[in-house]
Structure formats: C-alpha cells, structure tokens
C-alpha cells in the first residue's frame, strides 16, 4: 500500500492531536485518497491545534468590553453647514475615483441555502420585474461607475472554495455581465476546518473530503494577498479599496463622499453605519471601545449594552454595521505580513459528517476572522451614516426581515422617489406604497439628479416597470 502522506505530515497530526486523519486515510479506498489526502496536507496544524486549545478545550471567559460608547460618527447630513460638508468630500472623492485610485471588492464567498436557493448567493434572482440576479445588479452598477468617472475601477470577486466554480461559471455563461473579462478578477477565500465541539477532532464531511469552512471575511484581506491582488493595486496606482456585500444590492458602491470624508481623515479604515431600528437587529455594532473604533457582534453585545437607551430615548449604540468599508491597500499589506494578524471567533454550529449526517443538535465549532478587527490597529478610522433606504435592505433570510420580500419593498420605495423628484407620477395604494413593482437599472441611472435628467414627467408609470438598457 503506498503512503502519499509523509511520516512528517503523521507526525504533525499525532501531535495536533488529528491522529484519526491518518487513520482514516489508511483506510480510504484508493478512489478517494487523492482528494482527501489534499485536504489533510492542506491543514495548518499548528494553527488548528491553537485554536481547538482556545476554543474547544479552555472555558473561554466572556468578552470584557470595557468601556463602550457611541463612535464618533459623520451624521446624516441635515443643517446647511453638514450638506455643504457633505458636497465638499464628495468632490475630493469623486476626483480620487477619476485618478484611477480606487478598486472594487465584492464578497461573494456565500452559498443561497439560507434562501432555499442550490448556488451561490450572487445567482440568486432578486429583482421583482426582471428577475435579474444580484451579480448582475453589481456588474451593472460597475459599469455604471466606470462610465460615469471615466476610471478603471477593477473589480476584485471574493469567493469560497463551495462556491468558485460555480461563480466563474455564471460570469463567463453571462458574458461577464458586459464587463470587460480581464477587469474582474477572482479571488478564492481560505478554509478551515470544522472540529467537533466536544472533542476537538476535525470533522469528516464524506469518505474524501474534511468538513472544511471559508475562514470568515476577514480572510479577504490573506486572500487579496495571496492571489498577487494587493501587489497588483499598487502597481496600478491604486491605493483604496471599497469592499461591499453581495446581498445588499441597493448599496451605493463607491459613495464619493464616504471616500472624501476617509481622504480627508487620513484612514487606514472605515466604515458605513446606519441606525439600528430595534435592539436586537442581528446586525455588529461600530462603537468606541476602549478609545478605539471596533465592532462588536450583536451575539457578544450584552442585552443591557443593547437596549441602553440616551437622553432623547434613541439607542445609545446605534450604529450598525453593514460591514462595507474603505481600506487603504497599504493598511492591507501590512496586516497581512507574515499572516493575517486578525483575531479568531468561534461559531458552534450544526456541521452534517459522515457519523452523522443530520445532527440533531449544533456538534461542530467553526473558526472564523472578521474584516472590522482590523479597525483598531487601523492609525485613523472614519464612521459615516447613511440612510437605511438608501444603502442597506439585505436579502440573507427566506421570508421576514433581510429577505426577498423586504428587499423588495425598499427598492419600490427608493425608485418610487426617484421617479417621483422626475416629475412621473407614481401609483400608490391606500397605505403610501408603490402600488407596482419598479426596477431601475444603475446604467440608467445611479441617483434620483442623474435619473431626473435622463427622463421626463412624461413617463407613464401603469403597472410593473423595469427601466433601463437591455440586457
């Protein structure tokens, strides 16, 4: 019987205390050792062996947040001094998009099983009267972009190993949605594997292959740096990247004045908030904490920090994450040297394996990182709100909030004002909502000014409307 895993490697996996790999692997069928021997040689076991230390054998002792306050955040501009602040960033940032400094990082890395959808998030088709997918909605806006600042603007696409086939895939079949193909670039998250929470031991997904799991966003940055990504911006003289979430398709990516307002601070990081609507939105808080700007999961946020409430009655820590940020490439490299310099979280979660292929219970622990710890080795960070309606209605769940339907509802709200400050006069019904669906593709039109002087009050909303280019 040959031995494709060398006696160093089973050395290794005795001492991270991952002998049963080996085991298992001996008794593989030659059919399955090809695949399964990549997985095992692709463990970082020393890491692993960390990890299972902290999280699975230690009695992890709750967070201690310290002192926690609201962050001191650019607001929703409403007096006449905050709105011409507001115009004075967006030109430095719309100057910075045109000089070619800037790169788009869409996270894409997600499966659609939360939506009862086979495939990845991306293909998921979200939009009421086209149909049209949420990478298509992206591509779109891209282009949009492109065509508006005259700029490159790259497009880097995060994906995971479950779902990277699938989405090059549905690029290429779509003709990369009108994208030039050499200005998107894919780029694959890492793995870890998931280990059973009693006793620590990687988990067996089928006869060859690990339960392995993408590494959480924060392997964004490790992957950029792997995939020669980081080298690339600054050899094209970008020093910025804008990263956004594949299931918010409403986001103004790119928002000029979020990157005048990051400019003008000297950030290394920053972050778009909007105001939570109730205590227990399953949304990160951007907070102060201990001097310095982090957030905070709303699983580790105490009830009594989340529901404390200021002198007017509002929540005192109001600002959700919607985990879209602007890092400088540099910032990037730096965290990244010699490894990823991001702490790990925890998840237990019910993980199929091959002794047990429905859990009953959640058996398994998951090891991830998140992009925002990196905010306070960050030397200058910048929270800026911005209007729910305008940049934030995910589609994550199935029915409820953050699902197609409300998803739905927002984009009819949104559009329904734009075509409204056109001069079109737009149906309701009796409780003020748009009584037809509405879609209006990014390459019409990016805001309500650019809509308004792309179309006339002549337009005749009458039922379900899709408007924009073809394709």
Same mark, same amino acid.
């Given at each position: ?29 030659? #059919?399955? $050792?090809? %695949? ?5 040689? *692709?463990? !970082? +076991?020393? =890491? ?90 992206? #591509?779109? $806006?891209? %282009? ?5 600042? *005259?700029? !490159? +603007?790259? =497009? ?30 894919f780029v694959v998250q890492g793995t870890l594997p998931a280990v059973d929470r009693a006793t620590g031991r990687v988990l067996v997904e089928s006869p060859d292959r690990l339960a392995l799991s993408p590494d959480g966003h924060g392997g964004l940055l490790m992957a950029l740096r792997n995939a020669g990504a980081l080298d690339a911006m600054e050899a094209a003289g970008i020093t910025t990247f804008f990263t956004f979430q594949v299931d918010n398709p409403l986001i103004r990516v ?8 990051? =400019? ?208």
């Open positions: 019987m040959s031995d494709d895993l060398s006696p160093d490697l089973r050395r290794r996996l005795s001492d991270a205390r991952q002998q049963h790999l080996a085991d298992l692997y001996d008794a593989a069928a030659s #059919a399955h $050792r090809g %695949a399964l021997g990549d997985d095992i040689r *692709g463990l !970082d +076991l020393d =890491l692993v062996a960390r990890l299972v230390d902290r999280f699975v054998h230690a009695d992890e002792a709750a967070a201690d947040l310290g002192e926690i306050r609201p962050p001191a955040a650019i607001p929703i501009p409403r007096t006449p001094a905050q709105r011409e602040a507001e115009r004075a960033a967006a030109a430095e940032g719309e100057r910075f998009v045109r000089d070619g400094r800037l790169a788009l990082v869409l996270l894409a890395g997600g499966q659609g099983s939360r939506l009862g959808f086979d495939g990845p998030k991306g293909d998921f088709p979200y939009g009421p009267v086209t149909g049209k997918t949420l990478f298509r909605q992206h #591509a779109c $806006r891209v %282009a949009a972009l492109r065509a508006r600042y *005259g700029a !490159d +603007l790259p =497009l880097y696409v995060l994906t995971s190993p479950a779902n990277d086939v699938e989405t090059r895939a549905s690029w290429e079949a779509a003709g990369h949605f009108g994208l030039d193909p050499t200005s998107v670039t790119a928002n000029p004045a979020f990157i005048g307002y990051h =400019l003008a601070a000297g950030a290394e990081m920053s972050n778009l908030a909007v105001r939570k609507h109730e205590p227990a939105e399953r949304v990160g808080v951007i907070a102060e904490i201990g001097g310095r700007t982090g957030v905070v999961e709303y699983t580790n946020l105490p009830d009594e920090l989340a529901e404390r409430r200021d002198a007017r009655g509002d929540l005192e820590l109001w600002a959700g994450n919607i985990a879209t940020h602007l890092v400088e490439v540099a910032f990037a490299q730096r965290l990244t040297d010699g490894g990823l310099h991001l702490p790990f979280h925890k998840a237990v979660k019910k993980v199929p394996h091959v002794d047990d292929p429905d859990p009953a219970e959640p058996n398994a622990v998951k090891f991830e990182t998140f992009i925002f710890d990196a905010l306070p080795q960050a030397r200058a960070s910048v929270t800026v709100e911005v209007p729910r309606e305008t940049d934030f209605s995910p589609i994550k769940n199935a029915h409820g909030s953050d699902s197609p339907e409300s998803c739905r509802r927002d984009g009819n709200r949104l559009y329904a004002a734009w075509l409204e400050h056109a001069g079109v006069a737009v149906p309701r019904d009796e409780a003020g909502e748009p009584a037809a669906d509405l879609e209006i593709d990014p390459r019409l039109a990016l805001d309500a000014d650019e809509l308004a002087a792309r179309i006339g009050p002549e337009v005749r909303i009458l039922g379900p409307t899709a408007l924009g280019p073809l394709g």
